[in-house]
């Protein structure tokens, strides 16, 4: 196969939205691909937007992750050509060939740091605010489609209000403006002047301002706008809050507000997935935990707030940073063990943008608490788009043992020193509870490694559920850009006992019974449909290419 070079000085792209942009991307490293699907071939005679392929060069492959360059390599496209043939790429559609690799890494890969980039380079100065009447008019929009959705303990909670605390959470990815600006291509569709930072910013603020959140879980937050803007912000409107910045040199990161006059931070922890020396955990994602204790001294609650690798190529990435959550989850929630030697853990609120799609397999792990990953094909796992570009399949061992982490996602010196002592406990009382105690440790005992099988015990299940019956049943989005429309963001919370089935590839939960904390209601999400009338995101009223989702919960006191 001759060398394909891709994309001269300057190209001319199709937006949605009826108008061409120039993208001045210069690049300068040949790589080994054939013309992406869909670029048309034309002869000498063309329009000037079409350019030689003795012109054009592409540097790629030296700012991909080392393990993600295989998938620009000629065997994913398959077609040749030859030095003199010429392609039209004034109609590109960037949901095709290399471009599809872009959109479906959006977190870090696009244009190289440097290269020109018509989000980045732009004289955002120059660009005007949107229009009040069209902010208002948009606005009534929205706000007419999501409305609260109570569920059944919500409806009688609002006629016959039980004793307890009533709190909300909210989880929102917020778009890091330095990966707008990196990422220019997903945004082709909007208009620059709902890009611009001075006018987001303060739009995101209103947004959480409208939300009236007791805690607000954030993802995407740029380390110098949580220093220099929502901390003071948030502030003024009654937050207290923690920030961690993804690690390596990664500019954003999570952060976990709440409402001083409803919550103390009792204590809190951060997360770093990335671990020395072991392939599988070498991305700079994070989590928060936060557990905050009610003021009146009410039964307190664990809030996790994570944003997992985006890559749908790599699932098994994904799963290894989920099981190493649920693992710290369960240390740092646990209560006591109850009389049957199971613990029993604090209510847990799990936030965050997975990157997974409803029903894949990493969702199904944490709903139903068990996943038999050995052989799963790492593309499949997180059900993204463009995820069966890696046909690699998991081995028995996911993460190493080095870790102490068993395949139940518990650390096995926690699990020894929590047992330990519950012997200590039962020793001078009950001669038949100790004996019990050490039968179960007998059996849980060697702790499982690589077994191919993981499994969690917090109870988790989703607060959405992920279809609008307003719709008919048609799928909730959590996110939309130019590429395109999915959820990936979710909240889920802990219940006391639950039977979980797969139905038609899907998850099913059955004989639910909550404990302390009890679901009220969730704030309505929007179609695919309802986005792109809206014009996507982000637009004038939605700042973001994601929504924020909200759940109203019951804490109930301590019996």
């Given at each position: ?10 190209y ?5 939205s ?15 691909v054939?013309?992406?699907?869909g670029?048309?071939?034309?002869s ?23 393990a993600?360059r295989?998938l620009?390599?000629?065997r ?9 043939n010429k392609y ?7 949901g095709?060939g290399?471009?599809?690799?872009f ?7 696009g244009p ?16 005007p605010?949107p ?16 409305q609260w959705?109570y569920?059944?303990q919500?409806?009688s909670?609002k006629?016959?209000?039980q004793p ?13 403006q330095?990966?707008l ?10 208009q620059?002047?709902v890009?611009?930072?001075d006018?987001?910013?303060q739009?995101?603020?209103?947004e959480?301002?409208?939300s009236d959140?007791?805690?607000l879980c954030?993802q ?6 949580y220093?220099d803007?929502?901390k ?6 009654g ?6 910045k ?6 954003d ?6 409402k001083?006059k ?5 204590k809190?922890?951060?997360?770093e997935?990335?671990?020395a020396?072991?392939d599988?955990?070498d991305?700079?994602?994070i989590?928060l935990?936060?557990?905050?204790q009610?003021?009146?001294?009410r ?9 997992l690798?985006?890559n749908p190529?790599?699932?098994d ?7 190493i ?9 646990f ?7 199971d ?6 609120v799990?936030?965050?943008d997975?990157?997974?799609e409803p ?7 944490v709903s ?13 796992i997180s059900?993204?788009?463009g995820?069966h570009?890696s ?22 010196e926690?699990?020894?020193?929590r047992?330990?002592?519950a ?5 001078d009382?009950?001669s038949?509870?100790?004996a019990q105690?050490n ?6 005992w060697?702790?499982k ?5 993981l499994s ?9 559920s ?9 799928s ?7 590429r395109g ?17 797969m ?5 099913v ?9 009890q679901?009220?209601?969730?704030y309505g ?13 982000p637009?004038s009223v939605?700042p ?8 109203k919960?019951l804490?109930?006191?301590n019996s």
């Amino acid at each position: 196969m001759d060398t394909f070079h891709l994309a001269g000085p300057l190209y001319n792209c199709h937006r949605p939205s009826g108008y061409q942009k120039t993208y001045p991307w210069a690049f300068s490293t040949p790589l080994n691909v054939a013309p992406p699907l869909g670029w048309s071939r034309f002869s000498a005679s063309a329009s000037a937007s079409v350019i030689p392929v003795r012109a054009m060069s592409a540097r790629i492959t030296p700012w991909m992750h080392q393990a993600d360059r295989s998938l620009v390599d000629s065997r994913q496209y398959g077609l040749s050509t030859t030095n003199h043939n010429k392609y039209d790429v004034s109609r590109l559609s960037f949901g095709t060939g290399v471009h599809r690799y872009f959109s479906q890494n959006r977190r870090g890969v696009g244009p190289p740091r440097g290269e020109p980039n018509w989000t980045r380079d732009q004289n955002w100065s120059s660009v005007p605010h949107p229009n009040e009447d069209t902010i208002s008019s948009m606005r009534k929009t929205v706000d007419s489609i999501r409305q609260w959705d109570y569920s059944q303990q919500g409806l009688s909670q609002k006629k016959n209000p039980q004793p307890g605390l009533e709190f909300s959470v909210v989880s929102y990815n917020i778009l890091a403006q330095c990966l707008l600006e990196d990422n220019g291509y997903l945004y082709t569709h909007c208009q620059p002047e709902v890009l611009r930072w001075d006018y987001r910013k303060q739009t995101l603020l209103g947004e959480l301002h409208r939300s009236d959140a007791d805690i607000l879980c954030l993802q995407e937050v740029q380390y110098e706008h949580y220093e220099d803007f929502f901390k003071p912000k948030l502030s003024e409107l009654g937050y207290r809050g923690r920030y961690k910045k993804r690690t390596g040199n990664k500019r954003d990161g999570c952060a976990i507000f709440y409402k001083s006059k409803v919550f103390t931070l009792e204590k809190w922890m951060s997360i770093e997935y990335c671990k020395a020396g072991i392939d599988i955990l070498d991305r700079d994602n994070i989590a928060l935990i936060f557990m905050l204790q009610p003021r009146g001294g009410r039964e307190t609650v664990c809030i996790v707030n994570t944003h997992l690798l985006f890559n749908p190529n790599r699932g098994d990435i994904k799963l290894a940073q989920m099981s190493i959550l649920m693992a710290e989850i369960d240390k740092f929630a646990f209560r006591h063990l109850s009389n049957a030697n199971d613990a029993v853990y604090h209510p847990v609120v799990v936030c965050g943008d997975m990157n997974s799609e409803p029903h894949c397999h990493l969702y199904t792990f944490v709903s139903t608490g068990t996943l038999d990953y050995e052989g799963l094909v790492a593309g499949d796992i997180s059900g993204q788009a463009g995820g069966h570009n890696s046909r690699r399949r998991l081995s028995k061992e996911l993460v190493p043992s080095s870790l102490g982490i068993s395949d139940n996602c518990q650390y096995v010196e926690t699990i020894r020193k929590r047992v330990g002592g519950a012997k200590d406990e039962r020793r001078d009382s009950d001669s038949e509870s100790l004996a019990q105690t050490n039968r179960d440790s007998e059996r849980n005992w060697p702790f499982k490694f690589s077994s191919g099988r993981l499994s969690h015990r917090l109870n988790l299940i989703s607060a959405y559920s992920h279809k609008l019956n307003r719709l008919g049943g048609k799928s909730e989005v959590t996110t939309h850009h130019s590429r395109g429309s999915c959820t990936v963001d979710y909240i889920f919370y802990s219940v006391q006992n639950k039977d979980s089935i797969m139905h038609d590839d899907k998850v099913v939960h059955r004989n639910v019974s909550e404990g302390p904390l009890q679901l009220l209601a969730t704030y309505g999400l929007l179609s695919s449909g309802e986005l792109k009338r809206l014009g996507g995101l982000p637009n004038s009223v939605l700042p973001s290419d994601h929504v924020p989702l909200m759940a109203k919960f019951l804490l109930k006191r301590n019996s």
